[in-house]
């Protein structure tokens, strides 16, 4: 039996990353009947197809939430990570040995299809809002498209890019012009998240409001214009983008919950707030005026006295907040050290300990699990309801090497072997096992902790999006 839910870690585990494979984690993998790649040149397209005939997918699946929950990719790429994850699909941005550019994997569990297409790199067009993809749905049928914000460089009009499974058209060729209500411009804004609800897209800025528009519009082949239905504004005082204070995901987010959209906003992040009185708020949208109604408000020191917080440390900081998508009662949430500057109003979050399941209506931790490795968080994490569909999709359980196995219960991996670096002249012992005390970076990993020094002060510390920033030859850091 899976979990209706799971907390699934963004950072998609690599050949790269064998070293780092939990070995408390059985690994199923998924069946993958109808693979193919399109978009590519012609001379590249047999290349990508056999990368996609060669990879394997797998998944460790946690008991339930808040224990964390992982993809793994055997063959094919060094890197990956989950950009979108919407109830059946789930799409994964990776980088491939070799090949230039990035492309899209995009796994269906109930079509058990896997697709392979590039990242766009039109360079008519630019970003716009928000350089992440996001899966938009009709208001029924299964059909779905993957949509990118952009904008034309020539004629300067504000876009959306497509890509349909049930298409023959080339990845990203299809655009439909964007038309905003009064004197709205997306341009001044940044989406930090994307989703849809009951037959609408929404892109989400975290610091000033939401844009949303149908999806017929989507899929209707004989409209080339996409009308926007409006922006909602948040229940906060919007503030400025300002890259010199914490990533917006350590403080915010907003989803789909059950039948509603919620939004959560930590304080103290923003402006100097007393550890104890700092606040988890959740409000809900309605949607027939679309009013945002406050729904659960917490202060860290009521958290303190909630039954199951037992021996839990007091001096750590409430932050990413993650919405369950399947109980309204429930708030994941990381309790961390957190450091800063009142004087420069400059506070980011430094090391994230503790990972909590609040149920905000009846006031009780249900459950919490130590964080031991800090990859979790320059990734991020998503919450879904993947698992729900993986019944069918499961190929059985497989052993290390990704290849399924006839016995009836998966295998863990076997513990990784200890290594050792060579570094400064001498030996350092290097541990793939994360070390569980608080403040240690990288789990004692030097190699990721020099990647950790090197990259901190841009994109946020997620290294991520970082080797993206660099593998398209910007310079950063």
Not at 180 to 192: A, C, E, M, R
Not at 342 to 368: E, G, Y
Not at 435 to 448: L, S
Request: charged share 25%.
């Amino acid at each position: 039996m899976f979990p209706s839910e799971v907390v699934l870690e963004r950072r998609v585990r690599t050949d790269a990353d064998e070293d780092l494979a939990a070995t408390n984690l059985p690994l199923f993998i998924l069946k993958c009947k109808d693979r193919k790649a399109e978009g590519y040149a012609a001379a590249k397209l047999e290349i990508y197809n056999q990368r996609l005939e060669d990879m394997v997918i797998g998944v460790r699946l946690a008991d339930e939430p808040p224990a964390v929950s992982y993809l793994a990719i055997r063959g094919s790429a060094s890197f990956a990570d989950i950009v979108a994850v919407d109830k059946t699909v789930i799409v994964i941005r990776l980088d491939i040995p070799g090949e230039t550019g990035l492309s899209y994997l995009i796994y269906d569990a109930v079509a058990l299809s896997l697709r392979m297409i590039p990242a766009p790199e039109d360079h008519s067009w630019a970003y716009v809002l928000s350089s992440r993809v996001s899966v938009a749905r009709p208001c029924s049928g299964t059909d779905y498209a993957l949509v990118h914000t952009g904008r034309v460089v020539d004629g300067g009009e504000d876009s959306l890019f497509l890509w349909r499974p049930s298409s023959s058209s080339p990845p990203w060729s299809k655009k439909r012009k964007c038309s905003f209500p009064g004197l709205i411009d997306w341009s001044v804004n940044q989406s930090n998240m994307e989703f849809s609800f009951n037959g609408h897209t929404y892109w989400a800025d975290l610091l000033c409001g939401v844009f949303y528009c149908s999806c017929n519009t989507l899929f209707d082949d004989n409209s080339s214009v996409v009308k926007f239905g409006g922006f909602i504004r948040l229940p906060v005082k919007p503030v400025r983008h300002n890259r010199r204070t914490a990533r917006l995901a350590s403080y915010r987010t907003m989803g789909v919950v059950r039948d509603s959209i919620r939004f959560v906003s930590i304080d103290g992040f923003q402006d100097y707030v007393e550890l104890k009185d700092r606040t988890v708020t959740v409000w809900k949208l309605l949607g027939h005026d679309q009013h945002w109604e406050e729904e659960h408000k917490l202060s860290l020191e009521t958290l303190w006295g909630f039954e199951g917080f037992g021996d839990l440390p007091k001096d750590l900081t409430p932050m990413y907040p993650l919405l369950s998508m399947e109980d309204t009662d429930i708030v994941y949430l990381v309790l961390g050290e957190c450091g800063g500057n009142p004087l420069k109003r400059r506070f980011f979050p430094s090391t994230p300990c503790f990972l909590l399941a609040v149920d905000m209506t009846n006031k009780i931790v249900r459950s919490s699990v130590p964080l031991e490795d800090e990859d979790h968080w320059f990734s991020s994490l998503v919450s879904c309801g993947f698992s729900l569909h993986l019944q069918k999709a499961l190929d059985g359980p497989c052993d290390d090497e990704g290849i399924p196995t006839k016995k009836k219960h998966p295998i863990p991996l076997k513990k990784p072997r200890m290594k050792k670096l060579v570094r400064g002249g001498r030996n350092v012992a290097e541990s793939p096992i994360p070390m569980k005390k608080r403040g240690k970076c990288h789990g004692g990993n030097v190699a990721e902790a020099s990647i950790h020094m090197k990259k901190r002060k841009c994109h946020g510390g997620n290294v991520a999006e970082a080797t993206i920033h660099m593998k398209n030859k910007r310079m950063c850091c």
